[in-house]
């Protein structure tokens, strides 16, 4: 008999990027009317719910594995696998009604995966269950799709607009959707798109997509995915943190808004620049813990997911603006990267979340050194943290980077400080504002640049009054997003 098998995809470093949000350890689920299942085809099933919360709201996720012997007939899978999606379903009631809080908050999703076992080897109930997996049994994933036809014609369920309704993936589609958004967020919003599309097509009784690649290319390429960028942007605009809009939003924005040829390509670069950051933020939190457990650091006590989660909370737009800061730095003038300079970026995910990116001077004994920098990243942190006029503000990220060139490659070296924020009252911020006002007046009146040992960028004379003056002897050039 022949079976259509998928091969393994490319999961980029979403599905690791996941477990840092994971709220406890999976759990076994036992789904009524599978026990008949295993009894009439020779079957074994293992269901395991795990538990998200993700920045914007819970992600529930439930994995049911089904493996069925290789001889198992085309009509005899298709009939299991709906008796699995209907009692997936029951379960997801039961679970709904007895959380409806819970449900209403997040998305619920399930991964079904069927594999079908070879080589003469037995599934049975009293097997154990890594029984399906002994070395005589050859596992070999069976490719196949639900989409919004399935469940529209074959599978009819209540898809009420009331409700949120359980997600059902094949195993190959959801990993081919992580591979695609990349993003904790990005896949949050595309669970939102996709269950509306489902709620449209059962409204309309038309399927509105064909298949779940077909959805997840759609959603990534309207000018819809950059819309948070672009309230961030205005906020930072309004809270008079830059001048005017990022330049290089309004120009991805356009791109993907006329389709023109260019949007592909910034597509791309938000892809590569996607996987940079997971690669950057992982290996900096490892670094990161590794070196406050040998200082017994009192942040230790907050757990390293959640230092984590602050990197990795960023969408495609902003992990490109932050990946196309660091690579602007060999650009720089030779006598910058001689003495060292500082860059703020802000998240165009959250708010709250303001990048402090200071480049270390080449000089080993200079004042701007590695050296002599990095025991004041902290104090960086905190007087961001304390001049920064933005009432939401939650984290201030300090990246302390070390641009390194062996045998004509190049290497970043960078420490990590992150600083939790208390929120600011308004009268806080009034307060910081007027005396921002007032240091600016008197610097005025003398017409005397503060003290550098930096020469200023274009950039930076452009809007050193909108952003926040580090207690070090380092120019901030501010971004203007003038490409």
Same mark, same amino acid.
């Given at each position: ?208 997509? *064909?298949?779940?690649?077909? /959805?997840?290319? %759609?959603?990534? !390429? =309207?000018?819809? &995915?950059?819309?948070?960028?672009? #309230? @961030? ?87 490109? *603006?932050?990946?196309?800061? /660091?690579?602007? %730095?060999?650009? !720089? =003038?030779?006598? &910058?990267?001689?003495?060292?300079? #500082? @860059? ?109 040992? @930096? ?29």
């Amino acid at each position: 008999m022949s079976h259509s098998i998928t091969t393994m995809p490319d999961w980029g470093y979403l599905t690791t990027e996941l477990v840092s949000y994971l709220q406890a350890d999976a759990m076994a689920v036992t789904l009524a009317g599978m026990h008949t299942i295993e009894h009439e085809y020779n079957a074994q099933y293992i269901a395991r719910h795990y538990q998200y919360q993700l920045p914007l709201g819970k992600l529930q996720l439930l994995e049911l594995t089904l493996y069925l012997p290789y001889d198992t007939e085309s009509a005899d899978i298709e009939a299991v696998r709906m008796t699995a999606v209907k009692s997936a379903l029951t379960w997801y009631k039961s679970l709904s009604s007895q959380n409806e809080e819970n449900v209403l908050a997040g998305y619920e999703a399930m991964i079904f995966d069927i594999q079908l076992v070879g080589g003469g080897s037995s599934l049975n109930q009293d097997d154990n269950n890594d029984s399906a997996n002994n070395s005589n049994s050859a596992l070999q994933r069976l490719k196949h799709n639900f989409g919004v036809r399935y469940f529209l014609e074959d599978l009819v369920v209540d898809m009420s607009e009331s409700m949120q309704q359980l997600q059902v993936f094949s195993w190959d589609d959801w990993y081919s959707i992580a591979a695609a958004v990349r993003t904790p967020c990005e896949l949050w919003r595309f669970l939102a798109y996709h269950l509306e599309q489902l709620q449209q097509s059962a409204v309309n009784h038309i399927p509105s997509f *064909e298949s779940e690649d077909a /959805l997840v290319e %759609h959603f990534l !390429q =309207s000018p819809d &995915l950059f819309a948070p960028a672009i #309230v @961030v942007d205005n906020a930072l605009i309004k809270n008079e943190v830059q001048d005017e809009p990022n330049s290089a939003l309004v120009a991805i924005t356009l791109a993907y808004k006329n389709q023109s040829s260019t949007a592909q390509m910034y597509h791309q670069h938000m892809i590569q620049a996607a996987t940079i950051w997971s690669q950057l933020s992982m290996q900096m939190i490892d670094t990161y813990g590794k070196n406050h457990i040998a200082n017994n650091d009192e942040q230790l006590a907050i757990p390293l997911a959640h230092w984590q989660q602050q990197l990795l909370d960023e969408s495609l737009f902003s992990r490109h *603006e932050l990946i196309r800061t /660091l690579y602007r %730095h060999p650009k !720089q =003038s030779a006598a &910058l990267q001689k003495d060292g300079y #500082v @860059v703020h970026q802000h998240s165009y995910e959250s708010l709250g979340r303001h990048y402090v990116l200071v480049f270390y001077g080449h000089e080993s004994k200079g004042p701007n050194s590695k050296a002599a920098v990095q025991p004041k990243l902290a104090k960086i942190a905190q007087d961001v943290a304390t001049r920064l006029p933005i009432i939401e503000l939650h984290h201030v990220v300090v990246l302390g980077i070390d641009f390194i060139t062996e045998n004509n490659e190049n290497f970043f070296d960078i420490d990590l400080w992150i600083q939790p924020v208390d929120a600011m009252t308004q009268r806080e911020r009034q307060l910081t504002k007027q005396m921002q006002k007032l240091k600016q007046q008197e610097m005025n009146k003398q017409n005397t640049p503060p003290a550098s040992s @930096v020469e200023d960028s274009k950039p930076a004379r452009a809007q050193k009054e909108k952003l926040p003056q580090v207690q070090m002897s380092l120019t901030i050039p501010a971004r203007k997003d003038k490409q």
